[in-house]
T-cell receptor, first 112, second 114 residues
């Protein structure tokens, strides 16, 4: 959706390096979701953020929602080949109630 | 507990043919939705349903019909397939959207229209 912009669209990093993916909206985000998609497969839920300034971590992945609730970042520390895939952010309410819309995705490649 | 099941996984159609993509969930979720995924476009919402008998349009509804006769099933119909509908289709379900619950996705249906 154009309501939700992700950057970069693709990212190639060396194994072991840190990386950040951003998700930005011009509107306030009420419920921001991060998903991962392995190539050719379905989406796997990673984390959900609701409150301004909220931060959640799972293993080496940390997601944050800024105080204004208009931007979220996904940070991976010490990247591994298993982190490769497409990362998508999704948000409720940007196109009306009951509609969860997504950014265009970030394709992450990890080089050994 | 199978989660969200989509059938078929792959399909090739000729322009003008009709087809129904099936989606079923066994989690008693009220909310179900269909998305299409195209390169560089992320996931775009086609139609969604907040419960049996209730459906509504998403971002890209043209060319697609849906119905929700039961809580479990939410089929997507292509009445007259067009090459522009070549895509990967995902079905998802969750509790009501205003409950801020994540959606559970099926594995997708890869559809090619020749």
């Amino acid at each position: 959706s154009q309501e939700l912009e992700q950057s970069p669209q693709s990212l190639i990093v060396q194994e072991g390096k840190n990386l950040t993916i951003n998700c930005t909206s011009s509107k306030t985000l009420y419920g921001l979701y991060w998903y991962k998609q392995k190539y050719g497969e379905g989406l796997i839920f990673l984390m959900m953020l609701q409150k301004g300034g909220e931060e959640k971590s799972h293993e080496k992945i940390t997601a944050k929602l800024d105080e204004k609730k208009q931007q979220s970042s996904l940070h991976i520390t010490a990247s591994q080949p298993s982190h490769a895939g497409i990362y998508l952010c999704g948000a409720d309410g940007l196109l009306g109630a009951q509609k969860l819309v997504f950014g265009q995705g970030t394709r992450l490649t990890i080089n050994p | 507990n199978a989660g969200v099941t989509q059938t078929p996984k792959f399909q090739v159609l000729k322009t003008g043919q009709s087809m129904t993509l099936q989606c079923a969930q066994d989690m008693n979720h009220e909310y179900m939705s269909w998305y299409r995924q195209d390169p560089g476009m992320g996931l775009r919402l086609i139609h969604y349903s907040v419960g049996a008998g209730i459906t509504d349009q998403g971002e890209v509804p043209n060319g697609y019909n849906v119905s929700r006769s039961t809580t479990e099933d939410f089929p997507l119909r292509l009445l007259s397939a067009a090459p522009s509908q070549t895509s990967v289709y995902f079905c998802a379900s969750s509790y009501y959207r205003d409950s801020n619950q994540p959606q559970h996705f099926g594995d997708g249906t890869r559809l090619s229209i020749l």
